[in-house]
């Protein structure tokens, strides 16, 4: 079983939707990390979120960081071909630091 | 030239072989890391190390080995390689940002392994 769990697992919409991506967890986190990868490269930090009920917002993706440490979600609004990939999330436990990540959740904006 | 280079990108070998992929890194980051990504998995650590002298076991350490060298170089070993070990392979380097108490990962593009 994994520490993180994301859903939803696949995803398929039009240009201008807007969709949510979850990570869940039980266990409580000191900060959580979203990722981006594209195909033939490494994940890419987009953001990283420290303070229970923090909200981050990069353009068109707004990021949330659930008040009790355990679960965050992403928000794409008006969803473009350019947001294609697999968004993975990534949790760092207390005085481990060591990075829990997400199965991924893997993204198809069609024009 | 990348922050975090893997080398070989891709290999194909049999099973019972050893194989050694290699990260080197310019980040001048003393935290290294090795993950394994398989479909509807995500990333799973396999070994990390804090500096030279620190190597820690991750979560599916079995199977494989690591050497870190340098600050700068971390490799990971495949002793007697199998097919279950089939998978994309991504180093990691990162540090602990001043003021937000976070450390970030920094990827190199991973090492695409196949064992026949």
């Known amino acids: 079983t994994q520490l993180l769990e994301q859903s939803p697992q696949f995803l398929s919409i039009q240009e201008g939707e807007n969709l949510t991506v979850y990570c869940n967890s039980s266990s409580v986190f000191s900060s959580l990390q979203w990722y981006r990868q594209e195909p033939g490269e490494g994940p890419v930090l987009l953001v990283t979120?420290?303070?229970?009920?923090e909200v981050k917002k990069l353009k068109r993706l707004t990021f949330q960081f659930g008040d009790a440490r355990k679960d965050s979600s992403l928000h794409i609004t008006a969803a473009q071909p350019g947001d294609t990939g697999l968004y993975l999330c990534?949790?760092?436990?207390?005085?481990?630091?060591?990075?829990?990540f997400g199965s991924g959740t893997k993204l198809n904006v069609k024009p | 030239d990348a922050d975090v280079t893997q080398t070989p990108r891709n290999r194909i070998t049999k099973t019972g072989k050893r194989i050694m992929l290699e990260c080197s890194q310019t980040?001048?980051?003393?935290?290294m890391y090795w993950y394994r990504q398989d479909p509807g998995l995500g990333l799973q650590l396999i070994y990390y190390?804090?500096?030279?002298?620190?190597?820690n076991k991750g979560e599916i350490s079995d199977g494989y080995s690591v050497s870190r060298q340098a600050q700068a170089k971390f490799s990971l070993s495949l002793e007697s390689a199998i097919p279950n070990q089939t998978a994309l392979y991504f180093c990691?380097?990162?540090?602990?940002?001043?003021?937000?108490?976070?450390?970030?990962?920094?990827f190199g593009a991973g090492s695409r392994l196949t064992v026949l």
């Open positions: 190390s804090f500096d030279v002298k620190d190597i």
């Open positions: 979120v420290v303070t229970g009920g």
């Open positions: 990691a380097t990162s540090e602990t940002r001043q003021g937000s108490g976070a450390n970030v990962l920094t």
């Open positions: 980040k001048g980051h003393d935290r």
């Open positions: 990534a949790g760092a436990r207390y005085n481990f630091n060591k990075f829990y």
